[in-house]
């Protein structure tokens, strides 16, 4: 079996360190003063070795796994599903190497393993304290797993959270940066999706139906709008010719609200979608209609002396 070239380099490391630990077991009873602390911290070495190698292979595990889904394409559901569940549990798996490592590690040396039995034996109180402290940091990281398995949403897919719009970019244990239309960031910890509602708009599909709302005076003729709307969206390959609505959704006292539906492949073609269409239905309007474009009207009464 070909062993991947990013294993290389640890697993060599390791080898020859496990190498030198039977050397420097064999020659330990002839040395003294400085020499005497080669082989614990061989030992350390090992363990960090062994620990890197876990590292790496998770992480080409992941590669390799991935490689056949392609989150680039059209309908990529089932490809975002699988890169989310895949991207967490590789984390999870991740933090349990570098905790296990850490404890073997500590326990390597004898002093610092009697004083691990000591604190646990006399540090009761101290415990419980430091449970409810860590409560919160623990409720964050069951959470980022949860969010792995339940997938409230997925890698790539279109929210609008706290006002902003925009889509998941980074899942993490602890974090969910979410990527707002500007490219601003809006970092979250894990927990408020759990906690607070928020709308996904591609929760089921990867495609999606943007909205457009157009105002405009009483006198419009809303047939002119219907006609010039499908003049626009058969000139442009934003459209999925799936979805195509133009309808009167509100009547104010100076103007008439008209919202327009259309479909898209995914969330970002959708926004380009929704300004695409705002901008040429508002040109149409300008060009042909500046009449029927919102207006106040004043009604002047002339008072007989």
Do not use: C
């Amino acid at each position: 079996m070909k062993i991947n070239n990013r294993l290389i380099l640890p697993l060599l490391t390791t080898t020859i360190l496990l190498l030198a630990k039977f050397y420097l077991h064999e020659q330990s009873q002839a040395w003294s003063g400085f020499f005497q602390y080669l082989s614990p911290v061989n030992t350390i070495l090992i363990i960090v070795g062994v620990v890197w190698t876990l590292l790496v292979g998770t992480g080409i595990a992941k590669r390799e796994f991935l490689k056949n889904y392609d989150i680039n394409q059209e309908d990529n559901l089932k490809a975002r599903k699988i890169y989310t569940q895949v991207n967490i549990l590789q984390k999870v798996a991740n933090f349990v190497i570098l905790l296990f490592g850490l404890g073997l590690i500590l326990i390597s040396f004898e002093s610092i393993r009697q004083i691990g039995v000591g604190l646990f034996a006399s540090a009761g109180v101290a415990g419980i304290i430091i449970g409810f402290s860590a409560q919160k940091a623990i409720g964050t990281l069951i959470a980022g797993i949860q969010i792995a398995f339940a997938q409230p949403f997925r890698l790539d897919d279109a929210v609008v959270v706290e006002g902003e719009w925009g889509w998941i970019e980074e899942i993490n244990l602890t974090y969910v940066v979410v990527r707002i239309w500007d490219q601003r960031r809006l970092v979250l910890p894990t927990t408020y999706f759990l906690e607070k509602p928020f709308q996904n708009w591609t929760r089921t599909s990867a495609d999606i139906i943007g909205s457009v709302f157009i105002y405009t005076d009483y006198t419009v003729s809303f047939e002119e709008m219907r006609k010039e709307l499908d003049r626009i969206l058969e000139t442009t390959t934003l459209w999925d010719k799936k979805v195509k609505v133009l309808q009167v959704t509100d009547a104010k006292e100076r103007t008439v609200e008209s919202r327009i539906l259309v479909s898209a492949k995914n969330s970002p073609t959708a926004w380009d979608l929704r300004v695409y269409v705002r901008e040429k239905m508002i040109e149409f309007l300008q060009k042909n209609y500046p009449q029927n474009l919102p207006r106040m009207r004043v009604t002047l009464d002339q008072v007989g002396k």
